[in-house]
T-cell receptor, first 118, second 113 residues
Framework: GAVVSQHPSWVICKSGTSVKIECRSL??????MFWYRQFPKQSLMLMAT?????????EQGVEKDKFLINHASLTLSTLTVTSAHPEDSSFYIC??????????????FGPGTRLLVL | QQQVKQSPQSLIVQKGGISIINCAYE??????FPWYQQFPGKGPALLIA?????SEKKEGRFTISFNKSAKQFSLHIMDSQPGDSATYFC????????????FGTGTQLKVEL
Protein backbone atom coordinates (compact mmCIF):
# COMPACT_ATOMS: atom_id res chain seq x y z
CA GLY A 1 0.00 0.00 0.00
CA ALA A 2 0.82 3.72 0.17
CA VAL A 3 1.68 4.16 -3.49
CA VAL A 4 2.00 7.61 -5.01
CA SER A 5 2.26 8.00 -8.76
CA GLN A 6 3.34 10.91 -10.90
CA HIS A 7 2.66 11.59 -14.55
CA PRO A 8 4.51 12.17 -16.71
CA SER A 9 7.78 10.67 -15.50
CA TRP A 10 9.70 12.98 -17.79
CA VAL A 11 8.86 15.81 -20.12
CA ILE A 12 10.73 17.99 -22.59
CA CYS A 13 9.13 21.24 -23.64
CA LYS A 14 9.95 24.45 -25.43
CA SER A 15 10.55 27.65 -23.54
CA GLY A 16 7.33 29.60 -23.01
CA THR A 17 5.01 26.62 -22.88
CA SER A 18 3.16 25.31 -19.83
CA VAL A 19 3.58 21.86 -18.37
CA LYS A 20 1.18 20.03 -16.06
CA ILE A 21 2.37 17.33 -13.66
CA GLU A 22 -0.09 15.04 -11.92
CA CYS A 23 0.34 13.45 -8.52
CA ARG A 24 -2.00 10.68 -7.43
CA SER A 25 -2.31 8.64 -4.25
CA LEU A 26 -3.35 5.26 -5.62
CA UNK A 27 -4.53 3.36 -2.58
CA UNK A 28 -5.23 5.96 0.07
CA UNK A 29 -6.74 9.38 0.47
CA UNK A 30 -4.45 12.29 1.13
CA UNK A 31 -5.80 15.49 2.58
CA UNK A 32 -2.40 17.07 2.15
CA MET A 33 0.09 16.79 -0.67
CA PHE A 34 3.45 18.47 -0.94
CA TRP A 35 5.43 19.55 -3.98
CA TYR A 36 9.22 19.53 -3.96
CA ARG A 37 11.90 20.52 -6.37
CA GLN A 38 15.30 18.84 -6.50
CA PHE A 39 18.38 19.91 -8.43
CA PRO A 40 21.10 17.36 -9.27
CA LYS A 41 22.98 16.12 -6.22
CA GLN A 42 21.02 18.45 -3.95
CA SER A 43 18.38 18.02 -1.31
CA LEU A 44 14.64 18.37 -1.73
CA MET A 45 13.30 21.88 -1.56
CA LEU A 46 9.68 22.26 -0.51
CA MET A 47 7.76 24.43 -2.94
CA ALA A 48 4.24 24.31 -1.60
CA THR A 49 1.73 22.49 0.56
CA UNK A 50 -1.51 21.54 -1.12
CA UNK A 51 -4.70 20.84 0.81
CA UNK A 52 -7.76 19.36 -0.83
CA UNK A 53 -10.34 21.97 -1.63
CA UNK A 54 -8.29 24.98 -0.61
CA UNK A 55 -5.55 27.18 -1.99
CA UNK A 56 -2.02 25.94 -1.79
CA UNK A 57 0.44 27.45 0.65
CA UNK A 58 3.67 28.42 -1.04
CA GLU A 59 7.11 28.56 0.53
CA GLN A 60 8.97 31.84 0.59
CA GLY A 61 10.52 32.64 -2.77
CA VAL A 62 8.25 30.34 -4.79
CA GLU A 63 6.13 32.23 -7.32
CA LYS A 64 2.52 31.09 -7.02
CA ASP A 65 1.62 32.47 -10.45
CA LYS A 66 4.50 30.53 -11.95
CA PHE A 67 3.77 27.24 -10.23
CA LEU A 68 0.01 26.69 -10.18
CA ILE A 69 -1.20 24.00 -7.83
CA ASN A 70 -4.64 22.45 -7.84
CA HIS A 71 -5.81 19.82 -5.35
CA ALA A 72 -9.14 18.82 -6.80
CA SER A 73 -9.72 15.60 -4.89
CA LEU A 74 -8.36 13.55 -2.03
CA THR A 75 -6.27 11.52 -4.47
CA LEU A 76 -5.10 14.07 -7.04
CA SER A 77 -2.97 17.19 -7.01
CA THR A 78 -1.53 18.91 -10.06
CA LEU A 79 1.40 21.26 -10.52
CA THR A 80 1.44 23.43 -13.61
CA VAL A 81 4.67 25.17 -14.54
CA THR A 82 3.50 28.16 -16.54
CA SER A 83 5.57 29.81 -19.25
CA ALA A 84 8.44 27.47 -18.53
CA HIS A 85 12.01 28.62 -18.99
CA PRO A 86 15.29 26.67 -18.99
CA GLU A 87 15.92 27.59 -15.35
CA ASP A 88 12.73 25.70 -14.44
CA SER A 89 14.39 22.48 -15.59
CA SER A 90 14.52 20.26 -12.54
CA PHE A 91 13.23 17.11 -10.87
CA TYR A 92 9.78 17.70 -9.38
CA ILE A 93 8.59 15.34 -6.67
CA CYS A 94 5.27 15.19 -4.89
CA UNK A 95 4.41 13.51 -1.62
CA UNK A 96 1.12 12.59 0.00
CA UNK A 97 0.46 12.68 3.72
CA UNK A 98 -1.62 10.09 5.45
CA UNK A 99 -2.04 8.22 8.72
CA UNK A 100 -2.62 4.49 8.64
CA UNK A 101 -4.24 2.88 11.71
CA UNK A 102 -1.68 2.23 14.41
CA UNK A 103 1.06 4.13 12.62
CA UNK A 104 2.57 7.57 12.66
CA UNK A 105 1.59 10.17 10.12
CA UNK A 106 3.87 9.63 7.13
CA UNK A 107 4.67 11.26 3.83
CA UNK A 108 4.89 8.93 0.85
CA PHE A 109 6.76 10.21 -2.16
CA GLY A 110 6.04 9.87 -5.83
CA PRO A 111 8.70 8.72 -8.30
CA GLY A 112 9.35 12.24 -9.54
CA THR A 113 8.99 14.04 -12.87
CA ARG A 114 12.05 15.18 -14.79
CA LEU A 115 11.37 18.45 -16.61
CA LEU A 116 13.71 19.76 -19.29
CA VAL A 117 12.90 23.11 -20.83
CA LEU A 118 14.71 23.85 -24.08
CA GLN B 1 19.17 28.69 7.51
CA GLN B 2 20.01 25.01 7.41
CA GLN B 3 18.05 23.52 10.28
CA VAL B 4 19.21 19.94 9.72
CA LYS B 5 22.89 19.38 9.04
CA GLN B 6 23.93 16.07 7.54
CA SER B 7 27.34 14.47 7.18
CA PRO B 8 29.26 13.13 5.44
CA GLN B 9 28.37 14.36 1.98
CA SER B 10 29.61 11.10 0.49
CA LEU B 11 30.65 7.76 1.90
CA ILE B 12 32.33 4.66 0.51
CA VAL B 13 31.97 1.44 2.47
CA GLN B 14 33.14 -2.07 1.74
CA LYS B 15 30.55 -4.80 1.34
CA GLY B 16 29.65 -6.19 4.73
CA GLY B 17 30.78 -3.07 6.56
CA ILE B 18 28.79 -0.58 8.62
CA SER B 19 27.64 2.67 7.03
CA ILE B 20 27.10 5.55 9.44
CA ILE B 21 25.43 8.83 8.52
CA ASN B 22 24.96 11.62 11.01
CA CYS B 23 22.50 14.47 11.34
CA ALA B 24 22.22 17.37 13.76
CA TYR B 25 19.29 19.66 14.24
CA GLU B 26 18.68 23.02 15.84
CA UNK B 27 14.94 23.26 16.34
CA UNK B 28 14.03 21.58 19.64
CA UNK B 29 10.40 21.50 18.54
CA UNK B 30 11.17 18.75 16.01
CA UNK B 31 9.47 15.58 17.20
CA UNK B 32 9.71 13.17 14.28
CA PHE B 33 12.89 12.13 12.50
CA PRO B 34 12.63 9.96 9.37
CA TRP B 35 15.34 8.70 7.06
CA TYR B 36 14.75 8.42 3.32
CA GLN B 37 16.60 6.44 0.67
CA GLN B 38 16.69 7.75 -2.88
CA PHE B 39 17.96 5.98 -5.98
CA PRO B 40 18.92 8.02 -9.08
CA GLY B 41 15.90 9.26 -10.98
CA LYS B 42 13.48 8.05 -8.30
CA GLY B 43 11.56 9.63 -5.47
CA PRO B 44 12.67 9.18 -1.85
CA ALA B 45 11.40 6.13 0.01
CA LEU B 46 10.89 6.06 3.76
CA LEU B 47 13.41 3.73 5.42
CA ILE B 48 12.93 4.14 9.13
CA ALA B 49 11.80 6.87 11.52
CA UNK B 50 12.08 7.66 15.21
CA UNK B 51 10.46 9.89 17.79
CA UNK B 52 12.53 11.56 20.53
CA UNK B 53 11.06 9.46 23.35
CA UNK B 54 13.32 6.54 22.39
CA SER B 55 17.08 6.45 21.93
CA GLU B 56 17.27 3.72 19.34
CA LYS B 57 15.11 2.00 16.76
CA LYS B 58 16.10 -0.99 14.68
CA GLU B 59 14.46 -2.41 11.58
CA GLY B 60 16.39 -5.18 9.92
CA ARG B 61 19.85 -3.92 8.99
CA PHE B 62 18.88 -0.28 9.62
CA THR B 63 19.20 1.38 13.03
CA ILE B 64 18.54 4.94 14.11
CA SER B 65 20.39 6.20 17.17
CA PHE B 66 18.96 9.33 18.73
CA ASN B 67 20.62 11.67 21.23
CA LYS B 68 18.10 14.24 22.38
CA SER B 69 20.48 16.24 24.60
CA ALA B 70 23.00 16.59 21.79
CA LYS B 71 20.28 17.16 19.20
CA GLN B 72 21.79 14.52 16.98
CA PHE B 73 20.62 11.36 15.30
CA SER B 74 22.31 8.87 13.06
CA LEU B 75 21.57 6.05 10.66
CA HIS B 76 23.56 2.85 10.85
CA ILE B 77 23.40 0.34 8.01
CA MET B 78 24.77 -2.98 9.13
CA ASP B 79 26.23 -5.53 6.69
CA SER B 80 26.13 -2.94 3.91
CA GLN B 81 25.40 -4.32 0.45
CA PRO B 82 26.01 -2.93 -3.06
CA GLY B 83 22.23 -2.62 -3.39
CA ASP B 84 22.31 -0.09 -0.54
CA SER B 85 24.23 2.32 -2.77
CA ALA B 86 21.96 5.34 -2.93
CA THR B 87 21.53 8.83 -1.51
CA TYR B 88 20.24 9.00 2.03
CA PHE B 89 18.42 11.98 3.49
CA CYS B 90 17.62 12.61 7.11
CA UNK B 91 14.65 14.81 7.86
CA UNK B 92 12.82 16.34 10.78
CA UNK B 93 9.32 17.57 11.38
CA UNK B 94 7.27 19.43 13.94
CA UNK B 95 3.97 17.61 14.31
CA UNK B 96 1.18 20.05 13.67
CA UNK B 97 3.55 22.68 12.32
CA UNK B 98 2.14 22.31 8.84
CA UNK B 99 3.64 18.83 8.96
CA UNK B 100 6.43 20.00 6.69
CA UNK B 101 9.62 17.98 6.52
CA UNK B 102 12.96 19.72 6.77
CA PHE B 103 15.55 17.69 4.90
CA GLY B 104 19.26 17.30 5.42
CA THR B 105 21.61 17.85 2.51
CA GLY B 106 21.95 14.17 1.68
CA THR B 107 24.70 11.55 1.77
CA GLN B 108 25.72 9.65 -1.31
CA LEU B 109 26.60 6.12 -0.20
CA LYS B 110 28.56 3.72 -2.35
CA VAL B 111 29.06 0.15 -1.18
CA GLU B 112 31.95 -1.53 -2.95
CA LEU B 113 32.50 -5.24 -3.45
Amino acid sequence: GAVVSQHPSWVICKSGTSVKIECRSLDFQATTMFWYRQFPKQSLMLMATSNEGSKATYEQGVEKDKFLINHASLTLSTLTVTSAHPEDSSFYICSARTIFPGQQETQYFGPGTRLLVL
Amino acid sequence: QQQVKQSPQSLIVQKGGISIINCAYENTAFDYFPWYQQFPGKGPALLIAIRPDVSEKKEGRFTISFNKSAKQFSLHIMDSQPGDSATYFCAARVTGGGNKLTFGTGTQLKVEL
